[in-house]
Every structure is written in structure tokens, then in C-alpha cells.
Nanobody, 117 residues
């Protein structure tokens, strides 16, 4: 069974930075595609970024050039470095793990990010 725990959310001023982390509990972390999603109040959950390997990374258009996703297979963690934050980045951020073999997905409980002056 896979469990995901996000951390690092908080309140930050526009233009600031935050680093989110997601800890993966389970087996074969390297065989999962890891992704970050976000959901703002009243809006649908939105894909932010995913990483399968350092050579396989993709970002949503709204965060490209500002956010960086990375993973540490030795520590079973995935991070999202968020720079140049905007008020429209305010949302609950979720970590998602998808098995590359079965396609089964798991979600974390989410961490709140608020960008406001």
C-alpha cells in the first residue's frame, strides 16, 4: 500500500518562493510517476507537473519557468520548488503517485499554499 504525505505549504507574499515535499511510503518508488496537482476554491483540480525520471519531466503552462519538480529515489521523496509565486497560485497542492506497471494511482492529503500580501 502506498501512502503520500505532503509538507511545506504556507503563506507567502507575491514574488516569493516555497518548496513543497512529498514523502512516499511503499515499495518501488522509482517505478512510479510522481506528479503535483492543485485545486483552488471553486475550481477543478489542475495538473501542475510530473516527473518519471530526470529525462522525463513536464509542466503545466501556468507554472512553466517558475516551478521545478525533482525526485530523490534514495529518499523516496518528490519536491516542487515554486518561485515567483502569484496570487493565482493559491490552492491546495496534492501529490500523486501512479504505478508505471499497473496504472494505479494514489493521492496525498494535500497542503495549502496561499500567496497574498
Amino acid at each position: 500500500q502506498v501512502q503520500l504525505v505532503e509538507s511545506g505549504g504556507g503563506l507567502v507574499q507575491p514574488g516569493g518562493s516555497l518548496r513543497l515535499s512529498c514523502a512516499f511510503s511503499g515499495n518501488f518508488f522509482s517505478l512510479y510517476r510522481m506528479a503535483w496537482y492543485r485545486q483552488a476554491p471553486g475550481k477543478q483540480r489542475e495538473w501542475v507537473a510530473f516527473i518519471t525520471s530526470p529525462d522525463s519531466i513536464n509542466y503545466g503552462d501556468s507554472v512553466k519557468g517558475r516551478f521545478t519538480i525533482s525526485r530523490d529515489n534514495a529518499k523516496n521523496t518528490v519536491a516542487l520548488q515554486m518561485n515567483s509565486l502569484k496570487p493565482e497560485d493559491t490552492a491546495v497542492y496534492y501529490c500523486k503517485a501512479t504505478s508505471l506497471s499497473s496504472g494505479r494511482s494514489y493521492w496525498g492529503q494535500g497542503t495549502q499554499v496561499t500567496v497574498s500580501s
